[in-house]
């Protein structure tokens, strides 16, 4: 009978945490979507603007996931206070949050701006790179109106009301698509900016998005509790800012590593050949595209342990924690299966080329060995995160990639011969300790 309860209670938690995270979910595969059909709208004009376009948005990449990272800690401190039933605190939290965020984001798009000539030192196509420099202004300014949408998209998941911003989201497609058609190809009488035209209408689409989430927040009945206490809440405080940053900086670190470890292993991995980098792509872009339902599970687990966490309840941290990682778990064996049952047909939707699809189909039996390890790794840092357990984390994240991986990737790339499929293995070594490492923490904490 205890063993029935037990696993009942599991499923629950479980089906919440899914209830949760499905908004999230949805949220993230729109942003992913919407890349997507940019790099097709720009990559119709020609394939020098496409490059432009991924060399930029590569260059891009890891500031702007760490400062993801930062806005991370907002959810985390909202929903332990809001397990807590503390309004006041709640308010207080998106007020510090918000300037946090601000300066980060402020930051980010300052150093890109500044630091836009690096693209010539980046050994790339010329033309490429003078395609891609007023394009990388405009992406670097838009962080800004993104990352404040992040913001406060963390403070309304922090309280579990996460199809607010799945819905501007998913709002945000139609608009950036109908903006990319007027000013990419210069419709309607607008003028023909190409890759440019792209810039604006992802800066005009960001800044929308995060205008009418505020006007939502600042106006609607469901938070309107926490706007009221403004005059007491709105206040700039120290100490608060010293505990968002002891949960944004070690987060943004852990994403930023992981972001970084691929990024280098892709540079490797172009150094062997063009096969291989385009092979490459084509595995992580699968293997990227079902991590982002790891990353929605994540999160909600990761927002429900916070508010167990502020209500100080260890049992539920633990039914949580524990039904989360079983999710994780049934998740990552369900797509290793489709990686390799599917493994032929997922490249040639990508590629034609014979060299490519059968490479790639290789990788991706490599990517669905690492899909356990992947999803439980980042069920793991996301429940630890819950607890405001974040240093020793990033610790193990950093060992896992940067010490073990990466090098034991280039080991098997180059001196085993096996070229991409080494760095391959390294992704499954480092996923897989990072895994182990932050499952056993977690076991442990929540004892």
Same mark, same amino acid.
């Given at each position: 009978?205890?063993?029935?309860?037990?696993?009942?209670?599991?499923?629950?938690?479980?089906?919440?945490?899914?209830?949760?995270?499905?908004?999230?979910?949805?949220?993230?595969?729109?942003?992913?979507?919407?890349?997507?059909?940019?790099?097709?709208?720009?990559?119709?004009?020609?394939?020098?603007?496409?490059?432009?376009?991924?060399?930029?948005?590569?260059?891009?990449?890891?500031?702007?996931?760490?400062?993801?990272?930062?806005?991370?800690?907002?959810?985390?401190?909202?929903?332990?206070?809001?397990?807590?039933?503390?309004?006041?605190?709640?308010?207080?939290?998106?007020?510090?949050?918000?300037?946090?965020?601000?300066?980060?984001?402020?930051?980010?798009?300052?150093?890109?701006?500044?630091?836009?000539?690096?693209?010539?030192?980046?050994?790339?196509?010329?033309?490429?790179?003078?395609?891609?420099?007023?394009?990388?202004?405009?992406?670097?300014?838009?962080?800004?109106?993104?990352?404040?949408?992040?913001?406060?998209?963390?403070?309304?998941?922090?309280?579990?009301?996460?199809?607010?911003?799945?819905?501007?989201?998913?709002? $945000? /497609?139609?608009?950036?698509? #109908?903006?990319?058609?007027? !000013? &990419?190809? @210069?419709?309607? *009488?607008?003028?023909?900016?190409?890759?440019?035209?792209?810039?604006?209408?992802?800066?005009?689409?960001?800044?929308?998005?995060?205008?009418?989430?505020?006007?939502?927040?600042?106006?609607?009945?469901?938070?309107?509790?926490?706007?009221?206490?403004?005059?007491?809440?709105?206040?700039?405080?120290?100490?608060?800012?010293?505990?968002?940053?002891?949960?944004?900086?070690?987060?943004?670190?852990?994403? $930023? /590593?992981?972001?970084?470890? #691929?990024?280098?292993?892709? !540079? &490797?991995? @172009?150094?062997? *050949?063009?096969?291989?980098?385009?092979?490459?792509?084509?595995?992580?872009?699968?293997?990227?595209?079902?991590?982002?339902?790891?990353?929605?599970?994540?999160?909600?687990?990761?927002?429900?342990?916070?508010?167990?966490?502020?209500?100080?309840?260890?049992?539920?941290?633990?039914?949580?924690?524990?039904?989360?990682?079983?999710?994780?778990?049934?998740?990552?064996?369900?797509?290793?299966?489709?990686?390799?049952?599917?493994?032929?047909?997922?490249?040639?939707?990508?590629?034609?080329?014979?060299?490519?699809?059968?490479?790639?189909?290789?990788?991706?039996?490599?990517?669905?060995?690492?899909?356990?390890?992947?999803?439980?790794?980042?069920?793991?840092?996301?429940?630890?995160?819950?607890?405001?357990?974040?240093?020793?984390?990033?610790?193990?994240?950093?060992?896992?990639?940067?010490?073990?991986?990466?090098?034991?990737?280039?080991?098997?790339?180059?001196?085993?011969?096996?070229?991409?499929?080494?760095?391959?293995?390294?992704?499954?070594?480092?996923?897989?300790?990072?895994?182990?490492?932050?499952?056993?923490?977690?076991?442990?904490?929540?004892?």
């Amino acid at each position: 009978m205890r063993r029935r309860i037990t696993d009942g209670m599991l499923r629950k938690e479980a089906n919440s945490t899914i209830k949760l995270a499905l908004p999230i979910i949805i949220g993230e595969l729109a942003q992913m979507a919407l890349h997507i059909i940019d790099a097709a709208m720009v990559g119709a004009i020609s394939y020098k603007h496409l490059a432009a376009a991924a060399l930029v948005l590569n260059a891009m990449n890891i500031p702007f996931v760490i400062g993801i990272g930062m806005t991370i800690s907002v959810s985390q401190m909202v929903s332990m206070a809001h397990g807590r039933k503390d309004t006041q605190q709640v308010s207080h939290y998106l007020f510090n949050g918000f300037l946090l965020c601000t300066a980060t984001a402020l930051i980010i798009s300052a150093m890109l701006v500044l630091g836009k000539p690096i693209l010539y030192h980046l050994r790339q196509d010329p033309e490429v790179v003078e395609l891609a420099l007023p394009f990388m202004e405009l992406m670097s300014i838009s962080i800004i109106p993104m990352l404040l949408f992040m913001t406060l998209k963390q403070f309304t998941d922090g309280l579990e009301f996460t199809r607010t911003a799945m819905l501007l989201s998913l709002a $945000g /497609m139609p608009v950036n698509i #109908f903006l990319n058609w007027l !000013l &990419i190809y @210069g419709n309607l *009488g607008f003028p023909r900016l190409e890759l440019v035209g792209a810039g604006w209408a992802t800066l005009i689409t960001r800044s929308l998005i995060f205008i009418v989430l505020s006007a939502i927040i600042l106006n609607h009945k469901t938070f309107w509790r926490y706007v009221a206490v403004r005059q007491k809440q709105w206040k700039l405080r120290w100490r608060t800012m010293g505990e968002l940053l002891h949960i944004g900086i070690p987060s943004s670190l852990q994403i $930023g /590593m992981e972001a970084g470890a #691929f990024a280098v292993s892709g !540079l &490797i991995i @172009g150094t062997i *050949g063009a096969v291989a980098q385009a092979s490459h792509q084509i595995a992580l872009s699968c293997a990227s595209f079902t991590f982002m339902v790891s990353m929605g599970l994540s999160q909600a687990g990761s927002i429900r342990v916070s508010n167990a966490y502020g209500r100080k309840d260890r049992n539920q941290i633990s039914r949580i924690g524990k039904s989360t990682l079983i999710t994780a778990l049934l998740y990552g064996i369900f797509c290793a299966i489709c990686f390799t049952i599917f493994r032929h047909q997922l490249p040639v939707l990508f590629n034609k080329n014979e060299e490519v699809v059968v490479l790639a189909a290789s990788l991706l039996l490599y990517a669905a060995i690492f899909q356990i390890s992947d999803s439980t790794q980042a069920i793991g840092a996301g429940l630890l995160r819950g607890i405001k357990d974040v240093k020793l984390p990033t610790i193990f994240v950093a060992i896992s990639y940067w010490v073990v991986g990466i090098p034991v990737g280039y080991f098997f790339a180059f001196q085993g011969g096996m070229g991409a499929a080494g760095m391959w293995l390294g992704f499954i070594v480092g996923l897989s300790l990072a895994s182990i490492f932050l499952i056993l923490r977690f076991l442990k904490m929540s004892r």
